[in-house]
């Protein structure tokens, strides 16, 4: 980011002074220095995307099995981040909440315990199955379903703002982030908010298909964009989020070497024997003990970004 000190100038030699920008050197900074943070975002999301074999959105998520898998371990994986998302959002009974990406119902179902009427946009069929059996299970009323991808859907035609909460947790994989993010401040409430969850750096599975796509698919895998190119597209908007970093927490755990390699090989596109191997031989090397199962080695950590509606 750029603020009023952006500039530094040589005095006697010897040290380094912060200077005002002036009109002209500031137009100079904004051509060769300021990057336009959307098109940052929309260049490596494209190059994300251009990995060969990637898998993401409805073609992962529409299977019903990977679905299920990924509810199976919300408890386990997830728990942490999900009661912190929980207290951020401080729903009240009757609450209107948008939830864009919901998944399986991470923060849906939650929400609608707590006595929110919630609409989950997902384009992922499998996903939305897992959603309504579990609200059919525990006879949730208030939850409402679109099948549809955030960027495709006309809110005013197709959902009922405004909300007071709109969230969209680890689902932002809008090329057009702008407008993206503009459709979400124009569906708060007045004295609604939007709450943005999404990766400050790697996370450990980004950080093993980093170490293995190569390996597994003859070419290197290209990393998502990552939430810096969200708070500064939010501010060349006019919209001054607040940014909290916080660990993920709950690495995902596997009961034996075998099992690791089942949870990642359908996300990695994993399928002949040889590729099987290259996961088998990563995960004999690098998991470590951890909680009574084996998990991947390190930590890493996700921005939860929020801002109250501006009018604009
Ligand atoms: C990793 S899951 C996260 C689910 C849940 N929000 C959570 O916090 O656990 C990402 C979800 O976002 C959905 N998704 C991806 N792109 C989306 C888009 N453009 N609009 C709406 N949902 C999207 C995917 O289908 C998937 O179900």
Redesign the pocket.
Known sequence: MVGVFWGRRMLAGRVWIPTYASEATDCLMKDLLIPDWDEVWRRKLALNRSTPAFR???D???DREQ?RR?AAR?ASD?AR??AE?LRDLSVAPGDRVL??????G??ALPLARAGASVTA????EG?LAELRAAAEREGLTTITTLR?????VDPVRDLAPPYDRVV???????PDIRS?LAAMNAAASESGSVHL?WFADEPLWERLYLALWEDLHGAPYHPRPKADCLFNVLYAMGIYANVLMRPMGDAATFATVEDAVDHFAPRMSVKSPRQREVLRDYFREHLARQDGGLALPGTSTYAAIWWRKRRC
Not at 148 to 152: F, T
Request: aromatic share 12%; no cysteine; proline share 5%.
């Open positions: 993401e959105g409805a992962l998520w529409g679905a990924y919300l997830h981040r999900v998302t939830d864009i990406g919901s998944g399986p991470t923060l946009v997902e384009p992922a996903m549809g991808l955030w960027g495709e969209a947790s680890f689902s932002l994989t809008m993206a969850y």
